[in-house]
């Protein structure tokens, strides 16, 4: 607990430093008058129960005026990653920030950045801060559109980018260390290397009053921003305030995630929430201004500790902690020993990495592999007390684990494992003294507050939305992800607004006039959660449509090349030709806020198909850094995205060349519950990757590409109807097998870039009359109508709706057993159709509150697995289908 303490005072101290990331050049002039503002408020952190139990009528008062969601944060559950993905929309595979802090592989597993009392990653030095290296942020999107943005709050390094910058720090001690306005940027530039013209532009604001409360001081410095706004210096069109619970006593270390003391914290808070409020009406900017408020992560109580450790043996020769012991006792056993592994312990995971030489190099890649597959064999061998082994996550998968490519947390930064604790326990060691596992003997009167775990109080946050742009008193029956939220605020502010390299886009059934479906928030609002969370599949193993009056007897998965969610289903200048898509969409459920992963069509395709990717061996896509190919770096990080969006020629050409990857496919899984299959149409790519012996009827055996498919199945390209060998599938499908399991594509490639051009009218016509015709022949089956990608990766004009509106892409399902006149928010994605299709094809499922609802494969090693075995990345979208008996 000392080394808590003295952290906590290193992190603010430098925080109050690191506060001052925002270069000044470039545009600079204010907001347009009348133009309307974003608030984006993020509290760092404790569980949910305390804002219930709390009066704060302020933050109760934005749900009642606002809409209410819950996001899910980014794993492991942190604070700096999450707070990174709130400003860029980027998971960690894109900001490669995958922790608090990790051990560097090329300085000896030792802390990137390392200060007394204080380890933590290089993201909080100016020169390789993310929101200034790693693509676009808020405050960068903003500024390139010449608009203002403003950062209010404690610690590094949300503040990089921000046009103005206001660190509420100055009179806080930390230890022998008192914060000043003539010291704090001493502290930037001397620890943290900020340039001293960046520095002079920051506002150090101080001190609270003597009764007053770090956090509270801060929502009053961000009211003080706006009051002091006039014509000369109006509002900044975007605010990001970021209050810090520890700062003030780390109250959840001391007495819990919850509890009395907890919610006399969000009391606080919510009172210096009033005074912001106040301030934007005394302004007359209330009526204009949009208030985001979430949580970087949750907390949850604990009563338990692991004791894991806080490092290996390599440089002392015995390693600490219930691991080192396990080590000593077993390791022999295994074939590791003290020396093998280094160890970063952060409470509620705990980073292990093999210690080999080269590791992290070509060099000594396959002796790392080696070490890491032994390590996780005594991991998950069930040794260690508080683990819990069914999260445990690995680049490859290895022993059944959690892969990080499928949670978006890959990167050269990653650990090689990742251990989690079972529920109510913590891997750090909390008493003093006490070293043993299991019950706290001296930190006893109170629990623990542990995050970085995996539990619902850690991964589902509240996410309020209030003002102009948003839908008023509803709930989100669906949760959310801390990736749509920096998209979201910029959608708020309007005027096309975007970000270049989110991963996903605005929460649109949020936004006022969409119709995405909200319901009204419960009465007592603290079961809302719940009901989102079970309504969407994350929680209880769902009811249906198993009931055999629900079941889809067979299911048809229309695939239409180049085909935007936008054109398809809310852009009026493309209604008329989009009306059999609309008018199939009015008759089952469509998800608005389906994105690909990859701009890629074979990645997609096999998405579709798999449910996940191929990581072991990795398969590189044309996304991909061509300088990243070592698990667990292997994947995303090549920033600024380069031209045409092919950074990997390596990796788009893996994807063309007619190679089987490991695993099976939802073909597979279809014929175990005794369904024919067919690939029909202008297929591609779809089982280029996953072979054909499991498709009946189709293109013929060993037939590679775009031409096999074609030349079996004929042509249903711009301008023509359905295929004759289409309908001859069909009807032998229909006639050979009672259920089945169809995949039909449709179009061949590239359409006219200008969707609003007469010839792009013509083929969206083209194409939704096709569809049309084949979901008209397949009457009675699950119909699922969703696109590969909306341009190719190498189109010449992509994302004609906005910066990545490429990857943004029509879902809809209609049939038996589908909510009819239904548009959902509910996240997403083609992986997630494997799942989606086993389930109403009645398979069995587990129901996991990280996963959701997934098809039942084998386990390995008591950790549960889906079916297909691949589908590791997507889950069953439950919002689609009718619940209940």
């Known amino acids: 607990m000392v080394r808590r303490v003295l952290e906590l005072a290193w992190l603010a101290a430098i925080g109050v430093a690191a506060c001052g990331g925002g270069r000044r050049g470039g545009a600079e002039g204010p907001t347009v008058d009348g133009a309307t503002h974003v608030i984006e408020i993020d509290i760092d952190d404790h569980g949910l129960a305390g804002l219930w139990m709390a009066r704060a009528p302020n933050l109760k008062g934005l749900i009642g005026r606002g809409t209410l969601a819950f996001s899910r944060v980014d794993v492991p559950t942190h604070s700096n990653q999450n707070n990174i993905t709130l400003l860029t929309g980027q998971y960690p595979e894109g900001t490669n920030v995958p922790s608090n802090s990790w051990l560097s592989r090329t300085q000896g597993f030792a802390s990137p950045v390392s200060i007394p009392g204080l380890s933590v990653g290089d993201y909080v030095l100016y020169g390789t801060n993310p929101l200034l290296t790693r693509g676009d942020s808020v405050y ?13 709050g404690e610690l590094p390094p949300f503040d990089a980018g921000a046009d103005e910058v206001h660190l509420s ?148 020769g015995s390693a600490d902690g219930q691991l080192g012991a396990v080590v000593a006792a077993l390791g022999a056993t295994f074939g590791v020993g003290a020396g093998s592994y280094a160890l970063l312990n952060e409470d509620g995971d705990a980073l292990i990495y093999a210690r080999v030489a080269g590791a992290g190099t070509v060099a000594g890649a396959l002796d790392q592999a080696d070490v890491t597959h032994k390590l996780v064999s005594l991991i998950q061998s069930g040794a260690l007390t508080g683990v819990d082994t069914t999260r445990t ?36 060691q909390v008493d003093p003294v006490n070293t043993a596992p299991g019950p706290f003997q001296e930190h006893a009167q109170y629990p623990y507050g542990r995050h970085g775990g995996f539990s619902v109080d850690e991964l589902y946050v509240p996410l309020i939305m209030a003002g102009p742009a948003f839908k008023s008193g509803v709930l989100l029956p669906h949760p959310v992800e801390h990736a749509d939220v920096a998209p979201t605020a910029l959608a708020a502010i309007g005027g096309g607004l975007g970000l270049r390299t989110a991963a996903r886009g605005p929460i649109q059934a949020a936004l006022t006039g969409d119709p995405g479906e909200t319901i009204a928030v419960p009465d007592p609002p603290e079961s809302a959660r719940e009901l989102v969370l079970q309504g969407s599949g994350f929680l209880a193993d769902p009811a249906a449509p198993k009931a055999p009056t629900m079941l889809a007897p067979s299911v048809v998965v229309i695939d239409v090349a180049g085909l935007y969610d936008e054109e398809a289903f809310s852009d009026p200048a493309t209604a008329a030709a989009a009306a059999p898509l609309r008018d199939l969409a009015a008759r089952g459920t469509r998800f608005e806020d389906c994105w690909t992963r990859s701009r890629d069509w074979p990645v997609t395709e096999y998405q579709m198909i798999t449910g996940g990717y191929p990581v072991y061996p990795f398969v590189a896509a044309a996304e991909d850094d061509p300088s990243q190919t070592l698990a667990p770096g292997a994947g995303l990080l090549a920033m600024p995205p380069a031209a045409g969006f092919v950074a990997n020629p390596d990796g788009l050409a893996a994807w063309r060349a007619p190679v089987i990857f490991p695993g099976d496919s939802v073909f597979d899984a279809a014929h175990l519950l005794g369904l024919g299959t067919a690939l029909l149409g202008d297929s591609d790519f779809h089982a280029l990757h996953t072979g054909r012996a499991a498709i009946d009827v189709g293109p013929a055996a060993g037939a590679g590409g775009a031409a096999g498919a074609a030349g079996a199945v004929g042509s249903m390209g711009a301008g023509a109807e359905v295929g004759p060998s289409v309908e001859a599938g069909l009807a032998s499908l229909m006639a050979s097998y009672p259920r089945f399991l169809a995949v039909v594509a449709v179009g061949t490639g590239a359409r006219t870039s200008d969707r609003h051009a007469g010839p792009a ?54 049939g ?70």
């Open 761 to 814: 009218l013509e083929e969206l016509a083209t194409l939704s009359g096709v569809v049309a015709d084949v979901a008209a022949q397949a009457s009675g089956a699950l119909i699922v109508v969703t696109s590969r990608g909306a341009t190719p990766i190498d189109d010449p004009q992509p994302d004609f709706y906005g910066p990545g509106t490429s990857r943004h892409v029509p879902l809809l399902l209609l």
């Open 816 to 885: 038996p057993g589908v909510r009819a006149g239904v548009v959902s928010g509910q996240p997403a994605a083609p992986a997630d159709l494997p799942a989606t299709i086993l389930f109403a094809l009645g398979a069995a499922t587990t129901t996991d509150f990280a996963r959701g609802t997934w098809a039942t494969g084998a386990p390995i090693g008591g950790v549960p697995q889906p079916i297909p075995a691949s589908a590791t990345e997507g889950h069953v979208l439950l919002r689609a289908f009718a619940q209940g008996p």
């Open 140 to 152: 960068r999107a903003l500024r390139a559109r010449g608009q203002r943005s403003a950062y209010v």
């Open 169 to 316: 720090i100055v009179g806080t001690t930390f230890g022998p260390i008192k914060v000043s306005a003539e010291s704090a940027p001493m502290i930037l530039e001397g620890l943290l290397a900020y340039p001293a013209d960046v520095v002079s532009a920051y506002h150090f604001d101080g001190p609270p009053t003597p009764s007053e409360s770090r956090m509270r001081f801060t929502l009053r410095d961000a009211a003080a921003v706006v009051r002091a706004t006039d014509g000369a210096h109006p509002l900044p069109a975007f605010m990001f305030v970021w209050d810090f619970i520890a700062l003030d006593d780390d109250p959840t270390g001391n007495f819990g995630a919850d509890g009395a003391q907890l919610t006399a914290v969000v009391e606080d808070y919510d009172a210096g929430l009033g005074e912001l409020l106040s301030a934007l009406s005394d302004k007359g900017l209330l009526d204009r201004t949009n208030l985001l408020f979430t949580l970087d992560h949750g907390k949850v109580d604990t009563h338990n500790q692991a004791a894991l450790g806080t490092h290996g043996g390599a440089v002392s």
């Open 393 to 428: 996550m690995t680049a490859d998968g290895w022993l059944g684990t959690r892969r990080f490519h499928d949670l978006r947390v890959n990167g050269p930064n990653q650990a090689d494992v990742v251990v989690f604790p079972q529920d109510d326990w913590t891997l750090n």
